[in-house]
């Protein structure tokens, strides 16, 4: 059974060429990445030993066989193709061509920050929320006295209307222009 996620939207309307979900193991990345992917992107993981070898032999042929747009899942083990998907993005910056996926490594996201500056969005997917697990909309945590003995107490978290002005303002911030 699929869990709703709060990045949904975000996933969705990237404005990126490139977008990297990062996260632990087994947090729902590739689930994430699929439940909002249309049908035409093609799913590539890279657990696979034959398309992994491939990927780091012969990036090239690799990006000639699998063209965007894609979701290429457990990047880390092949990133020889970050230079290649940079290439690219370079000829054409249509957003969300490449959906990447990888675990949490220093050294991942480094790369792809490095060699795809300016190209990529970096999402950082935690373990499910509350509200996630609960089916409740989403929505920021502001820890006010009631929301705070709501949680001391069990209660599930209550629905606020509207956000203060500076927390709207803080929150506006996070999201891509």
Known sequence: MYVARTLEAFVASCRFPVLLVCGARQVGKTTLLQQVSK?????????????????????????????PPVLIDEIQYAPQLLPYIKMAVDRDRTPGQF????????HLMQGASESL???????QLLGLSRRERLGQPAGPFLPTPEAIGDRLHGQPPRLTGTLPADMARRFSRCRPR
Do not use: K, N
């Open 39 to 67: 049908p035409s992107r093609t799913y590539i993981t890279l657990d696979d030993p034959l398309v992994q070898s491939l990927a780091r032999e012969d990036p090239a042929l690799f990006m000639q066989r699998f063209s």
């Open 117 to 123: 500056a300016g190209r990529v969005g970096i999402v």
């Open 99 to 106: 959906w990447l996926t990888g675990s949490q490594h220093f």
